[in-house]
């Protein structure tokens, strides 16, 4: 204050940041000083120490606020979260039934599948016939038919001609 230069002890590595709230501190003397003029260095610099207490209450309040809508803000989200879980509730019961009945169709399909080939094994093993059991073969690529010869005279690619 008023250029007088004040030695302070800190921590080691602390330095820089005593300088910087020495600086903000010179800041806010000179800028009251300019305000309200000559008052006395202790005047000033309880005048300066409430200016900066009312810095860091407005910080505190400010803060305790954000916490607070921070907080309701993360409740409002686990509710929403519960909320979208009890709506999936029965999308999961209906996919859980329709996956239980492809189950019973499967199995009931392999017992069916089982079942005739048990039975066409012990008709294989008894000689009779297979008479009962239908081959499908493809019907046979019908050729394409024959490309008209091009007209006399007319030298274009078959691709190139007009319809």
């Known amino acids: 204050m008023d250029g007088h230069l004040y030695r ?5 590595g602390e330095e820089a940041r005593v300088e910087t709230l020495a600086r903000e501190l010179d800041g806010t003397i000179r800028a009251l000083k300019g ?8 005047r000033i610099a309880v005048m300066a120490a409430l200016t900066i207490l009312d810095r860091l209450k407005t910080a505190e309040t400010r803060l ?5 809508e921070n907080v309701r803000l ?5 509710r929403a979260a519960l909320a ?4 999936d509730e029965p999308l999961i019961a209906r996919i ?9 169709l499967t199995a009931e399909i392999n017992a069916n599948v089982r079942s005739s080939q048990s039975g066409a094994a012990r008709t294989d ?3 009779a016939s297979f008479s009962h059991v239908v081959r499908r073969t493809p019907p046979a690529p019908t050729p394409d038919p024959p490309e008209e ?5 007319d030298t274009a690619p078959s691709f190139a001609k007009r319809s």
């Not at 302070?8 to 080691?12: E, G, I, L, V």
């Not at 859980?96 to 019973?104: Q, V």
């Not at 010869?149 to 005279?153: E, F, H």
């Open 84 to 87: 979208a879980e009890a709506e």
């Open 8 to 12: 302070m002890s800190c921590d080691p």
């Open 125 to 127: 093993a008894d000689g």
């Open 64 to 68: 305790a606020e954000l916490t607070e």
């Open 149 to 153: 010869p091009d007209p006399p005279g």
């Open 74 to 78: 993360e409740r409002a989200r686990e």
């Open 96 to 104: 859980d039934a329709a996956t239980a009945a492809i189950e019973r």
């Open 35 to 42: 305000r309200i003029g000559e008052i006395g260095d202790r």
